[in-house]
């Protein structure tokens, strides 16, 4: 069984198990793009690279990743191999996910952009089936792009994972609502999969994140966030 989602009569989607919103306000692709794609420095820093990691905290409506793919897409100077590893305890159906692009539009939306990732999304639809809990990996782009998805609880599946991760998504439904996706515990296991230099980026700035993330080697900056929200962040790892 897949995770219900619930439309709103404006188009957001909302989890019915915490309740809250999957995305931002302003648009689920807008989110994906501001906060967490060029949060990361992307298309920028995979450029000159042979293989570029992102790790993601939580799959969701798959627009982060969806994204991402676009980006690397539209990239005459991409890297060769584009590996995206995410987390997700219930996934949605493809149709939610379908569903999730179209309704992102808004009036900044680049309709060539939307179009390119509507057709990603079909992709991905294709052969989203058989989710059970553990690892699947998925291939497309001629094998240029590979997405690895951990179907399970965070706290379990994330140390389990076998990436070093290039840029980080750190994303999930918001701390107050589900601590365990941003607990100390699960920020310890994003740590071990980063060397120096990896980059992360989030559309929280929640105290215990922040402090999280410096303890554990993070560099963390705040800066302008997506409105309505007035911050995001940004860090880059140094050391543990």
Sequence with gaps: MYESVVWSEDGIPHSLRF??????????????????????????????????TVLETGFGLGLNF????????????????????SVEAYPVSSTDMVRAVCASVSSETDMAVLGRIQGLAQQLASVWQG???GI???????????LTLAVGEVGQVLPTLDCQADAVFLDGFSPSINPDMWSLSTLQAVALHCRPGTTLASYTVAKSVCEGLKQLGFLV???????PKRDR????FQSS
């Design 19 to 52: 309740k809250d919103r999957y995305h931002s306000c302003a648009g689920g692709l807008a989110q994906a793009a501001t906060v967490f794609v060029a949060g990361c420095g992307l298309p920028g820093n995979w450029r000159g690279k042979t293989q570029f």
């Design 66 to 85: 969806l994204s991402t793919w676009a980006a690397w897409e539209a990239d005459s100077q991409r890297c060769d191999q584009l590996h995206f590893c």
């Design 131 to 133: 989710l059970s809990p």
């Design 136 to 146: 699947h990996v998925f291939h497309f782009a001629q094998g240029h792009v590979r």
């Design 221 to 227: 900056s705040k800066c302008k966030g997506l409105p």
């Design 233 to 236: 962040l940004e860090a880059v």
